[in-house]
């Protein structure tokens, strides 16, 4: 019988992983051959639902959901190493995290901020523009929340609401959008010479997947916080969307400011390979050289080659960008 956690050991960076090991494991063994239900007399006896000892409860995990809470946790204290790292040396870092409805963006962003000190860590979410906001130089109400000296900040939906939602819903004109993919090259350019460390990730979810988290949203009361009236028309619009993404790679992954695509059908996956391109990308002190930072290429991919795989697939008319 294998333990939560027990092929969990000391890494290089002297940190004992007993430490999550004990977090995970009781240490007890528990008979998982008997059935889980009783069914005596053709009733479920609900108080004798699971086998229970000593106040515990018996309980059925899949495997690879243990095996990614094991490597969650390690990687999420590469994160805190990063983000002690990043104030110590006064780094800044950006990381913009954009994606149709219901990607999994808000969940990566929860995995790797969960164990982080809010004080370094900011999460930017931006309601829409007040009235004030709209008559002004549409990049000026980000510009307040870009980080200073050892900050990390993570945008959840960005200025890039302009090359998506926005043209697709109506929200601003043509010459709006238009002017927005010639000037954001140049945004983003002064942002990286000033000395901020820019990631751009966009996170991909086939249709089906996303009709699926809508559908589960609309039964969930925890989740149905996350409806809004864009997501209603979200499959309906999805050909339109598709250009918009493309005509945003086309006009705004450069050399300076890559895009990193995240296929997100599955989210644990996504969150996991995320986390390993950041950690991949950045040094910082004390990294656990044990950790296989090797980014899987299914799930992650750059700008370029997105670009030209819509091209190939032929999933966007270029009438739809007129």
Known sequence: MKFIGEDMKSNESGIDNKIIVDELQDGELIDTNEDFHDYSDNKLKHHNYKKTKNGKIQIWVK????EYEEELALLQIELLKLQNHTKET????LMIFEGRDAAGKGGTIKRITEHLNPRGARIVALEKPSDTQKTQWYFQRYTAYLPSAGEIVFF???WYNRAGVEPVMGFCSSEEHHEFLREVPEFEKMIVKSGIKLFKFYFSVSKKEQEKRFNIRKIDPL????????DDSAQDLWDKYTVAKYSMLMASHTDIAPWTIVRSDNKKKARIETIKFILKKLNYDKKDKTINFTIDKNIITDGAHEIVLMENEHTFKKEDTK
Do not use: A, H, M, N
């Not at 989740?223 to 864009?230: C, D, G, R, Y």
């Open 63 to 66: 495997k690879e959901t243990l």
């Open 223 to 230: 989740k149905q916080f996350k409806l809004s009236p864009v």
């Open 90 to 93: 006064g780094e800044k870092i």
């Open 156 to 158: 959840d939906r960005s």
